[in-house]
């Protein structure tokens, strides 16, 4: 094992050879053929790996090679008409508006019209009621087994009492309650952590959606009122849908879409 | 029936000492001996009597600048806590003749424009209604029928700024492209080749009052470049450039005095002369001005034309009437100003006289984004960006009202031209109409579907437009 950085330290002291230089540009002129020479003769598992590696290295010279020509050509954008057009009173605080305008309701009207339950998860996994449930035995014996507990992750509204445990069937357990979602908007790409209003609907089951079953593609009713929305009649809107788009019980958190 | 109660107890009706006054301090008949209860039509019976009015005027009252609506017994006595013994200095101020309706309805939405309506304007006449947009057409609509007119195509960017010639014979628009077109809008042909010189976007334009030049060839422009520049628009050429601001000039007003006023991002509003000299600087704001207006700005608007709807027969006779007009509406005071800014406060200026503002008119939470004299310039509305409009006194300044309902920054506010009505636009897509004897909401007018830019109530008052994200002009009715 070299000690210590002593060809480094020999350069400083003596320098390079006279002919450092050359021998390097001719290296480098001969490293496509070697290359080149290299990619015929591999085989097997390193072929692989490295066509791999050959493929990502092209993309990027492309997207360099690419980069420069844009450069290069004359842009023309004095035709081009920029959209988005504000009143002369807004166009220098746009970096304040833009950041937190939100509203764009007609896009959100094209969409409404386009279908109404066209949602970013269209299929989910069904899951089959004992992954979704853990049977409790009870009775003096534990004998009987009609209580069963949620292993998935619930939402459970602020007033919620628990029934006695006689009558107590379905058991939601309070390290697997959430309360707040964080909510991507898909045309700001901004996501802001909101508290969760309600469960819509939750696609496995209409019972899953009346525990509040919190599972991937449910769809959860979220309160938007920072991100300041208005109706057409001027109103603010708080609640706003949102489909869940992870798996909260591997996760720990929910992440989820905003329906627009 | 108060009187009654009374008689019922056995006391006599109150009677009150009373002296009246005109809005500029003058005495009006003799000390008065009126009972209590009189009522605001009763005080209005008396005055056109003292007056000797042929035709009855409709009248307001104010005591200690609180408006008489009832009566003097409710109002002020037992709301203000006034003694019945002392003598009260009823102010009446005359109000305008004819009412206007509020607007209730929309009559018609307007489509064609393919990106969001930047502004609205109707002619100084109200018999026409121009529109730009951010798809770089300027519109002209058939207000009869409701339908478009013209498409006005030439613009290279958005149009930001639209404004009549005070004799509706000439559109000018104001653009993007820092530069400005002429249009004529009986044919929606452009007006010879556009206005170059600018290097920066226009922000504002003002064309001379009629009382001044009823040629009506000469506009200003103001531009985000600082400068203004004035134009002859039948010469076509620049006259002289008033450069002075270090920022971007927000608002041109042409004066009834014939001095140009523009406020700027420079923190200071400067007054020119109308050779181009610099005449005076106000500064006193403490972030960008953003706005201005002019407790006369109705009539420099209207110019000739007043609510019996006459053409004037000619530029004499428009002048003389204009001047007429604008001499009624200025009163004995000065022609006074107010400027809102982005340090959330306005200013109250006597520009002519004193280079210290009047009052400072402290309150908003946000940026006040317009001002607006009323018509008879008694008042002055601000929109700001903190939900609310604010009224104030626009003599003094004070404080008057807040009138909250919006649920997102208001843009703009607009009067009714019989000052008894207040509209506002605003970002929560909706407008509202403001009843101002009770300094309460009166309508709400929503409709459009994303943030309402501009809004412009007709001199006549008939109609107004309406124009926003939602690329629709809308125009409501009674």
């Not at chain 1, 009492?161 to 991507?184: C, D, G, H, Q, S």
């Not at chain 2, 290097?199 to 200003?220: D, G, V």
Request: aromatic share 8%; hydrophobic share 35%.
């Amino acid at each position: 094992m070299p000690q210590n950085e002593y060809i480094e330290e020999s350069i400083r002291r003596h320098g390079r050879r006279l002919d450092h230089d050359e021998r390097k540009r001719k290296k480098e002129a001969r490293k496509v053929h070697k290359d080149a020479a290299f990619a015929q003769k591999v085989h097997g598992l390193k072929a692989k790996l490295y066509n791999k590696k050959r493929h990502a290295e092209k993309i990027q010279m492309k997207k360099t090679i690419k980069m420069h020509d844009e450069k290069n050509a004359k842009q023309k954008t004095d035709d081009v008409v920029p959209e988005g057009a504000v009143p002369a009173y807004l166009l220098d605080r746009e970096g304040q508006q833009r950041a937190k305008v939100l509203s764009n309701m007609l896009k959100q009207k094209r969409k409404e019209k386009a279908g109404k339950w066209n949602v970013p998860l269209p299929k989910v996994r069904g899951i089959a009621e004992d992954e979704m449930f853990k049977v409790v035995k009870t009775g003096k014996s534990k004998s009987k087994s009609w209580k069963r507990m949620v292993t998935k992750p619930t939402f459970v509204g602020d007033g919620f009492t628990r029934k006695p445990p006689k009558y107590e069937r379905f058991i939601r357990p309070m390290a697997l309650r959430y309360k707040k979602a964080n909510v991507t908007h898909p045309e700001l790409k901004a996501t802001f952590q909101l508290p969760i209003i309600g469960v819509k609907k939750n696609p496995q089951s209409p019972m899953y959606t009346q525990l509040g079953v919190l599972t991937k593609g449910t769809i959860i009713e979220v309160n938007v009122a920072e991100l300041g929305l208005v109706t057409t009649g001027g109103k603010v809107l708080w609640g706003k849908y949102a489909q869940i788009t992870n798996s909260p019980e591997n996760d720990g958190c929910i992440n989820a879409l905003l329906l627009v | 029936m108060s009187q009654s109660e009374q008689v019922a107890a056995g006391s006599e009706p109150k009677l009150i000492l009373a002296q009246f006054q005109s809005a500029d301090g003058d005495r009006t008949g003799p000390p008065l001996s009126l009972p209590a209860d009189i009522t605001a039509e009763q005080l209005s019976i008396l005055i056109n009597k003292f007056l000797e009015n042929e035709e009855t005027h409709p009248y307001s009252f104010y005591v200690d600048e609180k408006e008489v609506v009832s009566t003097i017994q409710k109002d002020i006595i037992e709301g203000g806590q006034r003694s019945a013994e002392e003598t009260l200095v009823i102010v009446y101020r005359p109000q305008a003749f004819f009412k206007v309706r509020a607007v209730t309805r929309c009559s018609s939405s307007l489509t064609g424009h393919t990106e969001a309506v930047l502004s609205v304007s109707f002619s100084p006449d109200g018999s026409q209604l121009a529109s730009g947009s951010g798809d770089t057409t300027v519109r002209i609509w058939d207000l009869n029928t409701e339908t478009p007119r013209f498409t006005c195509k030439g613009h290279k960017n958005w149009v930001l700024s639209i404004a009549w010639s005070p004799d509706g014979k000439v559109l000018a628009s104001g653009s993007m492209d820092n530069t400005i077109r002429l249009w004529d809008p009986q044919t929606g042909k452009e007006i010879g080749s556009p206005l170059n010189g600018h290097r920066k976007w226009i922000t504002s334009l003002a064309w001379e009052p009629t009382h001044i030049n009823p040629k009506a060839n000469r506009l200003a422009s103001s531009s985000k470049d600082g400068t203004v520049r004035v134009w002859d628009t039948k010469l076509r050429r620049c006259i002289f450039t008033l450069a002075g601001h270090t920022a971007a000039v927000t608002c041109v007003k042409w004066g009834g005095d014939g001095r140009i006023y523009t406020s700027s991002q420079d923190k200071t509003i400067k007054i020119w002369n109308a050779d181009g000299s610099l005449y005076k600087t106000l500064s006193g704001h403490a972030h960008w001005v953003n706005t201005l207006a002019f407790s006369t700005d109705y009539v420099l608007r209207t110019g000739a034309y007043d609510h019996t709807g006459a053409e004037p027969a000619g530029e004499a006779d428009a002048r003389t009437k204009a001047l007429k007009r604008y001499n009624e509406a200025k009163g004995k005071g000065p022609e006074r100003l107010v400027s809102g800014s982005d340090d959330f406060t306005m200013f109250l200026w006597d520009p002519l006289n004193s280079s210290k503002p009047i009052a400072r008119l402290t309150g908003h939470q946000k940026v006040v984004n317009h001002v607006s004299f009323s018509p008879d310039g008694r008042l002055i509305a601000s929109a700001s960006f903190d939900n609310s409009v604010k009224l104030w006194d626009g003599k003094t300044g004070k404080f008057i009202a807040s009138l909250r309902g919006h649920v997102a920054a208001v843009y703009q506010v607009c009067w009714s031209a019989d000052s008894r009505m207040l509209l506002s636009a605003s970002k929560d897509s909706t407008l509202k109409v403001w009843d101002l004897r009770t300094k309460k909401l009166k309508l709400e007018l929503p409709g459009h579907a994303d943030e309402v830019f501009t809004v412009d109530w007709s001199p006549g008052g008939d109609r107004v437009a309406s124009g926003g994200k939602d690329r629709v002009l809308k125009i409501w009715k009674h």
